[in-house]
């Protein structure tokens, strides 16, 4: 699959040799679960109800609003959401809007996860959506579902045109170069990538004697510098507190580093609670309501029913116990 695609071109503005790792990661996944449940809603499907049942109570509440959001921007104007009704050519490139109102000339895109910029996806769906529409300008929604938050781009034929033919002619350009930078621990080339691997060497360097972080604090260029290295390396260190968990675990040592183990959190189950809600009342739990903590079930317990009504302690289970690691001393102190 080639990398030039519209959910690619945020990364490739910033990297024009960013590609795609073939295989998706949880958040990926979670992105395009959320996704699919978001479609089935707005079309009303029966098989939303079998794809809510694979999502979280936060999930179901986040797609919810986003869906409340494409209701309330669009009005009565009708919204197209299935798959084929929002397929979008841009030039040589095909991709998918989540969902299009063309009376109103915008679409909406569900994002999960952290905010991100997303201009140069938006742009190219747009001037396909004002190609196919034979429109002069556009608008995008991205729907933020995680953050509750709702970003609104405008777009002319000639302002998304730049966009995407800027990232295009940086993509095919065969002196490109790659670019160190948030993306690349998404990226099929992250552990060979020589621009990367030559910043993360810096960035070890930085243990070495003379090394002057005042210096660096007090000098804008080279802090911004030292932040993008660390940023770089992140996805190293969390690689590398895999390994070292691993090694422990079967028995190996690693300087300066032992496992903890911390018991897990007890909570009541939503079977139970919707056992006892009645009698609870249906306000006090959905106020309360998450995966209801056992402390939590306690306090509504205490405060709605009679005295002499005993708590169910069997309800209470505990979570499996979680381990983690977490550094001791240093290694040059170890030895």
């Not at 795609?20 to 499907?45: C, K, M, N, Q």
């Not at 139970?272 to 509504?300: S, W």
Request: net charge neutral; proline share 5%; with cysteine.
């Amino acid at each position: 699959m080639s990398a030039l695609r519209p959910s690619n071109l945020p990364k490739l503005a910033v990297c024009p040799c960013y590609e795609s790792h073939p295989v998706a990661g949880p958040a990926a996944e979670r992105g395009t679960l959320l996704d699919t449940a978001f479609r089935a809603e707005l079309l009303g499907l029966e098989e939303r109800f079998v794809i809510a049942n694979q999502m979280t109570s936060d999930e179901i509440a986040a797609v919810s609003w986003a869906v409340s959001m494409v209701r309330a921007i669009s009005g009565h104007e009708r919204v197209l959401a299935r798959e084929d009704d929002c397929r979008v050519q841009i030039l040589n490139l095909t991709g998918t809007a989540d969902a299009i109102v063309p009376t109103r000339l915008t679409h909406f895109d569900l994002k999960t996860g952290a905010r991100r910029n997303y201009r140069e996806q938006m742009a190219a769906y747009a001037l396909g959506l004002m190609g196919a529409h034979f429109a002069g300008q556009w608008t995008a929604h991205l729907l933020f579902c995680d953050q509750r938050e709702v970003e609104t781009i405008h777009f002319t034929y000639e302002e998304a045109h730049a966009v995407v033919d800027q990232v295009v002619k940086a993509f095919n350009d065969p002196g490109k170069n790659p670019s160190p930078c948030e993306y690349c621990a998404w990226c099929a080339k992250a552990d060979t990538c020589p621009a990367r691997l030559a910043t993360v060497g810096k960035t070890l360097g930085v243990s070495e004697p003379g090394f002057d972080f005042d210096a660096i604090l007090a000098d804008p260029e080279q802090l911004g510098a030292f932040l993008s290295a660390c940023a770089v390396v992140e996805d190293f260190q969390d690689r590398a507190r895999k390994i070292a968990t691993e090694r422990i675990k079967t028995g190996g040592r690693v300087p300066g580093w032992k496992l903890v183990t911390r018991k897990g959190s007890e909570f009541v189950d939503c079977e139970t609670v919707g056992h006892h809600i009645q009698r609870l009342g249906f306000g006090p739990v959905l106020a309360a309501y998450g995966n209801l903590p056992a402390a939590k079930f306690r306090d509504l317990w205490r405060q709605r029913m009679p005295g002499d009504q005993a708590f169910p302690e069997s309800s209470v289970k505990a979570a499996s116990p979680t381990t983690y690691l977490k550094q001791t001393t240093t290694q040059s102190q170890s030895h």
